[in-house]
């Protein structure tokens, strides 16, 4: 086998995911189409996005309490992980090995600087219900790889 032959086999795969249809639906995709090809873990990746908390201070007449703050963002991050399991478990039943990221930030620029760290191959995500050409001219403005879209699913 020739030199790095073996390392370009490897690819990693990634599906961003929320609590949208859209989302679960890339995953199933991925499994149903990739499931066999995977050689290494599938990556599956969420977002918690940075709360905005002006609701918060119009509700407490001023600047909202910093354990109102707080319970907020714990219900976020529990809200993320069940849903990282919950995929997780659907991969499991299907005979996929899969690992599970979360971090917080802005999910767009979150997700592409994901796709550099991991040196993911093949991003799988939903489209939210863009046109897959608004979507394509989306995606292509903020990922520098090749990409195609699949049904719902957009791919990179």
């Known amino acids: 086998m020739a030199e790095g032959e073996g390392e370009r086999t490897k690819k990693r795969v990634m599906v961003a995911i929320d609590e949208s249809e859209c989302s679960h639906h890339a995953l199933e995709w991925t ?4 499931r ?6 599938l990556l599956i990746y969420t977002v918690q996005p ?5 609701f918060l201070a119009a509700a407490s007449y001023g600047s909202p309490p910093p354990e109102l703050i707080r319970s907020v963002q714990e219900y976020q991050q529990k809200v993320s992980l069940a849903l990282l399991e919950k995929a997780k478990e659907i991969c499991s039943e299907r005979g996929v090995v899969a690992e599970t ?3 917080m930030g802005d999910p767009k620029e979150a997700i592409c600087q994901a796709v550099e760290k991991f040196d993911v191959s093949l991003l799988i995500l939903g489209n939210h219900g863009k046109g897959a050409l608004q ?8 990922i ?12 990179f």
């Open 144 to 155: 520098d790889q090749d990409f195609l879209t699949s049904g719902q699913g957009l791919l």
């Open 135 to 142: 979507s394509l001219f989306l995606a292509q403005r903020q």
């Open 101 to 103: 990221i979360t971090e």
């Open 50 to 54: 940075l709360q905005n908390v002006s």
């Open 31 to 34: 499994l149903a189409n990739l």
């Open 36 to 41: 066999d090809s995977l050689s290494s873990p």
